[in-house]
Protein backbone atom coordinates (compact mmCIF):
# COMPACT_ATOMS: atom_id res chain seq x y z
CA UNK A 1 0.00 0.00 0.00
CA UNK A 2 1.27 3.39 -0.66
CA UNK A 3 -0.07 6.47 0.45
CA UNK A 4 0.78 9.92 -1.68
CA UNK A 5 -0.77 12.97 -2.05
CA UNK A 6 -2.49 12.30 -5.05
CA UNK A 7 -4.28 9.22 -3.72
CA UNK A 8 -4.15 5.74 -1.87
CA UNK A 9 -2.43 3.24 -4.20
CA UNK A 10 -3.06 -1.16 -3.25
CA UNK A 11 -0.94 -3.01 -5.64
CA UNK A 12 -3.13 -6.45 -5.81
CA UNK A 13 -3.09 -8.99 -8.25
CA UNK A 14 -5.83 -9.62 -10.53
CA UNK A 15 -8.39 -7.86 -8.38
CA UNK A 16 -12.21 -7.45 -8.67
CA UNK A 17 -14.78 -5.29 -7.73
CA UNK A 18 -17.46 -6.63 -5.76
CA UNK A 19 -21.09 -5.49 -4.80
CA UNK A 20 -23.11 -7.23 -2.36
CA UNK A 21 -27.05 -8.16 -1.86
CA UNK A 22 -27.63 -6.91 1.75
CA UNK A 23 -29.31 -10.34 3.36
CA UNK A 24 -28.17 -8.94 6.87
CA UNK A 25 -25.93 -12.22 7.51
CA UNK A 26 -23.05 -10.50 7.48
CA UNK A 27 -24.03 -7.43 9.19
CA UNK A 28 -22.07 -4.76 9.79
CA UNK A 29 -19.47 -5.72 8.03
CA UNK A 30 -21.00 -5.96 5.09
CA UNK A 31 -24.63 -3.67 4.74
CA UNK A 32 -26.44 -1.94 2.29
CA UNK A 33 -24.28 0.02 -0.16
CA UNK A 34 -20.85 -1.74 0.64
CA UNK A 35 -18.27 -2.75 -1.76
CA UNK A 36 -15.20 -4.35 -1.52
CA UNK A 37 -11.68 -5.81 -3.74
CA UNK A 38 -11.98 -9.61 -4.00
CA UNK A 39 -9.16 -11.76 -5.63
CA UNK A 40 -9.67 -15.19 -7.24
CA UNK A 41 -7.77 -17.78 -5.06
CA UNK A 42 -5.63 -20.12 -7.25
CA UNK A 43 -5.45 -23.08 -4.07
CA UNK A 44 -6.88 -24.00 -0.74
CA UNK A 45 -4.06 -22.82 0.90
CA UNK A 46 -5.05 -19.29 0.19
CA UNK A 47 -8.66 -20.20 1.98
CA UNK A 48 -7.94 -19.10 6.19
CA UNK A 49 -9.98 -18.85 9.38
CA UNK A 50 -11.70 -15.09 9.19
CA UNK A 51 -11.00 -14.80 5.78
CA UNK A 52 -15.05 -13.67 3.85
CA UNK A 53 -15.05 -16.15 1.09
CA UNK A 54 -17.89 -16.28 -1.81
CA UNK A 55 -18.70 -19.65 -2.60
CA UNK A 56 -21.73 -20.98 -4.66
CA UNK A 57 -23.96 -23.56 -3.69
CA UNK A 58 -27.67 -24.54 -5.29
CA UNK A 59 -28.79 -21.34 -3.42
CA UNK A 60 -26.57 -19.53 -5.41
CA UNK A 61 -23.40 -17.09 -4.27
CA UNK A 62 -23.02 -16.66 -0.66
CA UNK A 63 -20.83 -14.50 0.96
CA UNK A 64 -19.93 -15.58 4.50
CA UNK A 65 -16.77 -15.92 7.16
CA UNK A 66 -14.73 -18.79 7.28
CA UNK A 67 -14.94 -20.78 10.57
CA UNK A 68 -12.94 -23.75 10.06
CA UNK A 69 -10.98 -25.50 7.50
CA UNK A 70 -9.87 -29.34 7.01
CA UNK A 71 -9.80 -32.57 4.93
CA UNK A 72 -11.79 -35.20 5.06
CA UNK A 73 -12.56 -38.46 2.71
CA UNK A 74 -13.51 -36.19 -0.35
CA UNK A 75 -10.58 -33.69 0.18
CA UNK A 76 -10.57 -30.22 1.28
CA UNK A 77 -13.38 -28.30 2.67
CA UNK A 78 -14.25 -24.89 4.70
CA UNK A 79 -17.13 -24.43 6.69
CA UNK A 80 -18.82 -20.55 7.09
CA UNK A 81 -21.19 -18.89 8.98
CA UNK A 82 -23.04 -15.25 8.35
CA UNK A 83 -21.31 -13.04 11.11
CA UNK A 84 -24.82 -12.07 11.88
CA UNK A 85 -26.27 -15.73 12.02
CA UNK A 86 -26.45 -17.75 15.08
CA UNK A 87 -25.80 -20.65 13.42
CA UNK A 88 -22.71 -22.24 11.40
CA UNK A 89 -23.95 -22.76 7.76
CA UNK A 90 -24.73 -26.47 7.21
CA UNK A 91 -22.63 -27.87 4.55
CA UNK A 92 -19.12 -28.57 4.24
CA UNK A 93 -18.12 -26.07 1.04
CA UNK A 94 -15.57 -28.08 -1.56
CA UNK A 95 -12.67 -25.99 -3.26
CA UNK A 96 -14.60 -26.18 -6.48
CA UNK A 97 -17.35 -24.01 -5.05
CA UNK A 98 -15.14 -21.16 -3.96
CA UNK A 99 -15.72 -18.21 -6.05
CA UNK A 100 -13.04 -15.45 -4.44
CA UNK A 101 -11.81 -14.05 -1.16
CA UNK A 102 -12.18 -10.33 0.04
CA UNK A 103 -9.44 -8.20 0.83
CA UNK A 104 -10.94 -4.88 1.49
CA UNK A 105 -14.30 -3.20 2.11
CA UNK A 106 -14.84 -0.15 0.89
CA UNK A 107 -17.58 1.59 3.03
Given at each position: IRLTQDGVFISIDN?????????NS???VI???MHAIEIIPVKPEQINVGDIVSYEDERGIIVHRVVETGNDEKGWYARFKGDN???ID????????????????IY
Open positions: PRWAVFTDTMDPDTGNSFPEKVRWEQIRRVVVGV
